[in-house]
């Protein structure tokens, strides 16, 4: 087995891309007010059953993912030869993946997202797929994920649909209001746990957060809840051996005020060659504006 990222297939290959968008029907839904506080707040909120019935096309697609990695984009496992279980993830599959492209294209996602983020917009940034088999016992690192990709802006939202029961002891944590501290955290390696090499002086080692901590957010799930989360909160698991499959799909917004940075250090996805310099408004063939639709009107700015 091989850990870390493979580049494998290409992860942008529909050409008629406007058209796909234009042909698909995004609804609108209306989030509470003080959803969305909790999410301004706290950097993370949960919304019980929201995607219930993307479940089992979510599945069916991460399945295919998961059987034939090298076919998809940027596979990664994150657990060794001498470990147990196995700790799946990859991402930028959402046009590869018909499933993953109904989802993104015909839900809800884009609207919740745009309200979460208080933006005009939402831009899908990409898609992200993890599995912890039965029988693994690797942690996640405690991170956030900003300094990992090469964007910034304060408007953005991840949002994790658990594809199967998820309890608390091996869900995911987060630390609430870690997204208003004003720091930025080195990216770590998800197989080691060690920090990405880098020459950025804006970032510091992320904290280890203790299981003690009296502002963690840590909730049971169920297939079809979302957890909704800002790209700037810091969030990990523990150890504890996953009892049952853990299956999770996730889609990352960026809103108005997102540009593109040139990063000082290794970024996941790698999205190279973008043609972007620092500050400019990420491609929108290849990020497409999903919120509004064509339907509603609007513009990006």
């Not at 649909?161 to 080195?186: C, E, M, W």
């Given at each position: 087995?091989?850990?870390?990222?493979?580049?494998?297939?290409?992860?942008?290959?529909?050409?008629?891309?406007?058209?796909?968008?234009?042909?698909?029907?995004?609804?609108?839904?209306?989030?509470?007010?003080?959803?969305v506080e909790d999410f301004q707040r706290d950097g993370v909120v949960l919304i019980p059953d929201i995607f219930k019935r993307w479940v089992p096309?979510?599945?069916?697609g991460l399945q295919r993912n998961l059987d034939d990695?090298?076919?998809?984009?940027?596979?990664?496992?994150?657990?060794?030869?001498?470990?147990t279980g196995r700790f799946f993830d990859s991402y930028c599959n959402w046009q590869l993946i018909s499933e993953y492209c109904d989802f993104v294209l015909s839900s809800?996602?884009?609207?919740?997202?745009?309200?979460?983020?208080?933006?005009?917009?939402?831009?899908?940034?990409?898609?992200?797929?993890?599995v912890k088999e039965r029988g693994t016992q690797k942690a996640t690192p405690w991170h956030h994920d900003l300094p990992y990709y090469c964007i910034d802006g304060?408007?953005?939202?991840?949002?994790?649909?658990?594809?199967?029961?998820?309890?608390?002891?091996?869900?995911?944590?987060?630390?609430?209001?870690?997204?208003?501290?004003?720091?930025?955290?080195?990216?770590?390696n998800f197989a080691s746990g060690a920090e990405y090499s880098h020459n950025d002086p804006s970032l510091c080692s992320a904290p280890h957060v203790e299981e003690s901590a009296s502002d963690l957010f840590i909730e049971a799930l169920q297939p079809g809840d979302a957890l909704c989360f800002d790209f700037r909160t810091l969030h990990g698991t523990t150890d504890e051996p996953i009892q049952e499959r853990r299956r999770a799909f996730s889609?990352?917004?960026?809103?108005?005020?997102?540009?593109?940075?040139?990063?000082?250090?290794?970024?996941?996805?790698?999205?190279?060659d973008l043609g972007l310099t620092t500050g400019d408004?990420?491609?929108?063939?290849?990020?497409?504006?999903?919120?509004?639709?064509s339907d509603n009107g609007g513009a990006r700015r």
């Open positions: 087995m091989t850990v870390g990222n493979t580049a494998a297939k290409h992860w942008h290959p529909i050409k008629n891309l406007d058209e796909v968008i234009r042909s698909a029907d995004r609804p609108a839904i209306d989030v509470n007010a003080s959803v096309d979510l599945s069916a990695p090298q076919s998809f984009a940027f596979p990664c496992d994150s657990v060794g030869d001498k470990e809800p996602a884009a609207s919740l997202a745009s309200q979460l983020m208080r933006s005009t917009t939402a831009q899908l940034f990409h898609d992200h797929a993890f304060f408007q953005t939202v991840s949002l994790y649909i658990a594809l199967d029961p998820i309890p608390a002891q091996t869900a995911v944590r987060f630390l609430k209001g870690s997204h208003r501290n004003g720091h930025l955290y080195a990216p770590r889609t990352r917004w960026m809103g108005d005020d997102v540009r593109y940075l040139e990063r000082l250090s290794e970024t996941s996805p790698p999205l190279n408004l990420m491609r929108t063939d290849l990020f497409p504006i999903l919120w509004p639709t």
